[in-house]
């Protein structure tokens, strides 16, 4: 790479952040923040006796770029699952058929290979543990964390980070634009859903005809209930691992209560909508909040793309307006495609 490449900031290290660093690869020097240990974002794996288990998004729809990509990429590993979703009510009815014939991939070793693999086949700095709190319009953007150190100088800036944090980092930026106050208010708007998820482990198998179930109507206290034994290499034979999205309004008022009290309360509804009493006494259980877990509407792309003459460009689930693997992925490709445009 020769000393007059692009050099780009990607704020976040999720799916749409990885997916902008991929598609910009040899064309810039590509610098990573993420503001935890760790990359991948909602497309979190976790390993306990035995068993993984994906407890924030579940698989990679095969649907744009995901269908040629994730085949090109680091295959090893990468499986469908089979059995499809259903449907449930407020009622505890289940109803077959929703998801039609759509593949659902994902990994052996979890979901959070997928940006893993993205990142491997870059170049890119990847700098964990930065939280970055303010940047600045020069002749192109400066960065500097929450405890203002310098992060450097870029000529391109992505932003990944969920719409209400990235509304916040473009109202504090140093940038004499009228255009700023416009981006405020328009990512600031995006309404989010809050989502707590109870794992439930149980030492003997399930025999149910689908892989997941999804609630149609509002009216429940579950609002994703999913198998982790359909997929392939992620729970050992004759055990059951369910992955327990609990609705919005009852995630919303019980966020941060202790994980024994939400499995609890999950375990029960579980068995009431299974009707398996056994339900309700998983052998051991684990939980995770997501205050921001996906976005309900989009954003105005138009006004977004106003804003890359000056080197600033957004992406995520959230510019797409539905909180999809696939999409944050297409929104993190096409960023990156249009700074290589610029180089």
């Not at 997916?19 to 240990?37: H, I, N, P, R, W």
């Not at 109202?171 to 809050?194: F, K, M, Q």
């Not at 992955?243 to 024994?260: C, F, H, K, M, N």
Request: glycine fraction near 10%; charged fraction near 30%.
């Amino acid at each position: 790479m020769g000393e007059a490449a692009m050099n780009v900031a990607i704020v976040g290290a999720g799916v749409a952040g990885a997916g902008a660093a991929y598609a910009l690869d040899d064309a810039a020097d590509v610098t990573v923040f993420e503001k935890v240990s760790s990359v991948g974002g909602r497309t979190a794996t976790r390993r306990r006796d035995g068993c993984r288990y994906d407890y924030g998004a579940n698989y990679c729809k095969d649907e744009g770029s995901a269908g040629d990509l994730l085949p090109e990429l680091d295959a090893s590993g990468l499986v469908d699952i089979n059995a499809p979703v259903w449907t449930f009510d407020g009622a505890n009815e289940i109803h077959e058929g929703h998801d039609g014939d759509e593949r659902k991939w994902t990994y052996r070793d979890g979901i959070e290979q997928l940006p893993h693999r993205l990142f491997e086949r870059t170049d890119v700095t990847i700098e964990t543990d930065t939280r970055i709190g303010g940047i600045e319009r020069t002749d192109g953007w400066r960065l500097e964390n929450v405890d203002g150190d310098d992060c450097g100088n870029f000529d391109a800036l992505v932003c990944t980070p969920p719409a209400p944090q990235t509304a916040e980092l473009v109202a504090s930026a140093g940038w004499e634009n009228d255009l700023r106050e416009e981006l405020v208010e328009s990512i600031g708007a995006v309404p989010y859903r809050t989502t707590v998820t109870a794992v439930l482990h149980y030492p003997f198998a399930l025999d149910r005809p689908y892989y997941a179930l999804v609630n149609t109507d509002g009216e429940h206290e579950i609002g994703w209930l999913s198998r982790e034994e359909c997929k392939p290499g992620h729970v050992p034979e004759g055990e059951s691992v369910l992955i327990v999205q609990l609705a919005p309004d009852w995630s919303a008022e019980r966020y941060g209560e202790p994980t024994d009290e939400i499995a609890a309360a999950a375990a029960d509804s579980v068995a009431e909508l299974l009707d398996d009493e056994r339900l309700a006494a998983p052998d051991w259980v684990d939980s995770k909040g997501w205050r921001l877990a996906q976005p309900d509407d989009g954003v105005d792309t138009e006004l977004l793309a106003r804003a890359e003459a000056d080197g600033l460009f957004f992406a995520g689930d959230w510019v797409a307006g539905e909180g999809r693997i696939h999409l944050a992925l297409d929104s993190g490709l096409d960023a990156g495609e249009r700074i290589r445009e610029r180089a």
